[in-house]
């Protein structure tokens, strides 16, 4: 019975019987096809036009058994480099060529990874048979280690642990068991700021800021809420969190209900406005507390404006403070 060959490497299988006195040298030459296929370097050039067809001969050294392929020449447009459908085998591709275009590790009739016309770096891929895959893994150590814009990938675990800079902490992190909420950093394009958020599994949370022992929370520039504007209607509604400095407009007698979602030493602040016309009236609901328990009676005239500061203990809105017949302009 002849010789025959395995299917991706074309080592040679001999039968019992077989090749009297030629087992030393098929052997030593399996035995360097195994070693090309393991560690074997070899440049390959590609043509300006067609690229290249790898070659895998039966029971011999051949450049499509290399491990390791670098793509040299000067290409004028795009190439395949192609290896033979069948074959499963994996290669470091380096793409060396000059000329920008592109260069696609292919199998005959299947698809394949693309060095597209810019990226001159070296791929892993490998062949199953039917395609050729790029695995997404880049080889050199060194690039990865000398590069300043590192990605990561998945989760970054750093519980209990620090960010720093080789000698120094940056960022240290803790961890809460069974945690549910979080921030999101997001960054932001021209002329708008970046977003620092809490999110998570919860409703409604917040951000807490402490200090160590009787240190401040310094802000280099100022920190304010924007001024919001309160729908006018029969009743005003005022969320006090998502609005704590608001102003209305009357333009009929109204009822300035509870505000929402206070919370205890919150400082809230309205300013009243009358339209044109004036003489618009507002009823305060039971939740705000005046001096004298007497609510303010508003300036009548058209266009100007009453200022009013509340502190809420837990319960009510006590007024802080006022300022009537204001000129808004």
Excluded: C
Excluded at 83 to 89: F, N
Excluded at 177 to 198: C, D, H, K, Q, Y
């Amino acid at each position: 019975m002849a010789s025959s060959y395995s299917t991706d490497l074309k080592l040679e299988l001999m039968v019992t019987g077989e090749k009297a006195g030629e087992w030393g040298d098929i052997t030593n030459t399996n035995l360097n096809i195994l070693q090309q296929a393991i560690g074997g370097y070899e440049a390959i050039s590609l043509n300006a036009t067609t690229g290249a067809t790898l070659t895998f001969t039966n029971g011999t050294l051949s450049d499509g058994k290399n491990a390791v392929l670098d793509l040299t020449g000067t290409i004028t447009t795009s190439v395949n480099v192609v290896v033979p459908d069948g074959i499963e085998k994996t290669y470091i591709v380096k793409n060396s060529t000059s000329g920008a275009h592109d260069v696609v590790v292919k199998t005959s009739s299947g698809s394949g990874a693309t060095f597209d016309t810019t990226n001159k770096g070296t791929k892993i891929v490998y062949s199953d048979g039917t395609d050729v895959v790029d695995s997404g893994l880049t080889a050199g150590i060194t690039a990865v280690v000398d590069d300043t814009t590192p990605q990561l990938g998945g989760q970054l675990d750093v519980n209990g642990n620090a960010i720093g800079d080789g000698t120094l902490e940056l960022l240290k992190f803790t961890e809460t068991a069974s945690a549910v909420n979080e921030f999101t950093i997001t960054n932001n394009a021209t002329g708008n700021n970046p977003i620092l958020s809490a999110t998570g599994d919860d409703t409604n949370i917040g951000i807490d800021l402490t200090t160590k022992g009787t240190g401040f929370i310094k802000f280099n520039d100022a920190a304010y809420n924007p001024e919001a504007t309160l729908t006018d209607a029969a009743t005003i509604t005022w969320d006090a969190q998502a609005a704590p400095v608001a102003k209305v407009t009357l333009t009929d007698n109204r009822t300035m209900g509870a505000p929402s979602n206070g919370a205890a030493g919150q400082f809230i602040s309205l300013l009243v406005i009358q339209d044109a016309g004036g003489t618009n009236t507002l009823t305060w609901n039971a939740v705000y507390e005046f001096a004298s328990d007497t609510a303010p009676t508003l300036t009548a005239t058209g266009d100007l404006g009453d200022l009013f500061v509340f502190r809420y203990n837990g319960t009510k809105w006590l007024e802080v403070g006022r300022n009537l017949a204001l000129t808004l302009s």
